[in-house]
């Protein structure tokens, strides 16, 4: 059986509102399960590809800040 992760994570996500979708993100995180993680990448993956330069370069600062505080 071959499944297209993307495309079932999406059609997951489909009906979703914008509070289900930042209460499924904040329940990743909190979690700190490495299996979510598939998930949200495909999320990162939808924001960036749909994100301006600018918004782009914020996202990567904020992602440096990230790393940086986590060392």
Known sequence: ???D???YIINNFKDDNVDDIEKSI???IDSKE???LIGMGVLFELA???STKELKDEILSNIKKGI???V
Do not use: H, Q
Request: no cysteine.
């Open 1 to 3: 059986m071959n499944i």
């Open 5 to 7: 992760l993307r495309k």
């Open 26 to 28: 904040n329940m990743s």
């Open 34 to 36: 490495e299996d979510p």
């Open 48 to 50: 960036w590809v749909n």
């Open 68 to 70: 940086t505080s986590n």
